[in-house]
């Protein structure tokens, strides 16, 4: 199984924080390939500069020791990201369906707006 971590969920792993339940903590750990985007280090990069997160270590450092993946973020991306619905406000979470759908990735989200669109989603 391929999974794309949406950025809190990211965040919740590396915090060990209770919000990520069993199924997704279970499918995280046991996934062949597990993504983190490109569009979740940007995230994450301007909370950090606002102040409004801390992170324990350097992104590099936190997706190498969980032998996760970065994503980049392609011009299939883009194009994809194009054709989707605006059922999210967020630009970043469209991109990550936009990814996902590329990819033929299973989303691993908290954010029920992510369910609108035809991905694979595994919920916390």
Same mark, same amino acid.
């Given at each position: !199984?391929?999974?794309l ?14 919000r ?21 280090g ?15 270590e350097? !992104? ?6 969980d ?36 990819e ?7 954010d029920?707006?992510?369910?609108s ?6 919920w916390?």
């Open positions: !199984m391929k999974l971590l949406d950025t809190h969920v990211l965040l919740w792993w590396v915090r060990d924080d209770r990520l339940g069993k199924d997704a903590r279970r499918a995280i750990a046991t996934a062949n390939l597990v993504w983190v985007s490109a569009v979740s940007w995230e994450a990069t301007l909370k950090v500069a606002k102040g409004r997160l801390r992170l324990p350097p !992104m590099p450092v936190t997706l190498a020791a032998d996760f993946l970065e994503l980049p973020i392609t011009l299939r991306h883009a194009d994809e990201l194009g054709r989707l619905p605006r059922h999210h406000d967020d630009p970043a979470d469209r991109l990550l369906v936009a990814q996902a759908r590329v033929g990735a299973t989303i691993v989200t908290h029920r707006a992510i369910g669109y035809d991905v694979r989603v595994i916390t």
